[in-house]
């Protein structure tokens, strides 16, 4: 049996590393990070070249199975898969990790409405983590920006005023107080990503009162089979395997 693991989280990491060596894994990487942490087994890294080529390579691989961890904010490649394996009639799982409580934040729908949001309240010192591709939305927005990133932004889409932070997770909570305290954060900025990895940052938030803009999560596609724990997917990979 053979799955193609569309991968990139540590989610996926852990599910490849519970099939190995029993099951055959690829993982797919989409390339954007450098230096990526890589999971057991083989890996290919890079898009496919849309849907057509995506179903393109998935009839040319002998692939029996597709497993999504992907990012839930990686709507794209999770709504291309959706299509493909729907069209073959391959089986196909989406392990999508719980979305946070949102709690007193401000849910917002896109990193437009997010923009807007901030500006129409009277914050001055802004926590940006939505992403490299999330600062363009901000840029003519009259605010201090602390903007936390794996790679850099594109300078044209920077805000006037700012400051880049180049790092990647895993967080800590004592850590995140410091870093919102030392630059008078008054709003945090960010995805509903879930999972633990990166939760510290709200947990300081809440702790000194701070305000949170959320940037909801894009629907998946209708019909598609999901779990919310690496436990599940093994559970189901291998039953794919029984049958």
Partial sequence: MRILLLGGTSEARSLAARLHPDIEVLSSLAGRVPHPALPVGEVRIGGFGGVDGLRRWLSDNGV????DATHPYAATMTAHAAVVCAELRLPHLVLVRPAWPTGDALVVSSDVEAAKTVAAEPFRRVFLTTGRSGAAAFKDVDAWFLIRAVTPPDAQDLPRRHQVVLSRGPYRYDDELTLLREHGID???TKNSGGQMTRPKLD???????AVVMVDRPPLPSGVATVATVDDAVTWVRAMGTT
Avoid: F, N
């Fill in 204 to 210: 300081a938030a809440a702790a000194l009162g701070i």
């Fill in 187 to 189: 709003a945090l900025v």
């Fill in 64 to 67: 029996d199975a597709v497993v």
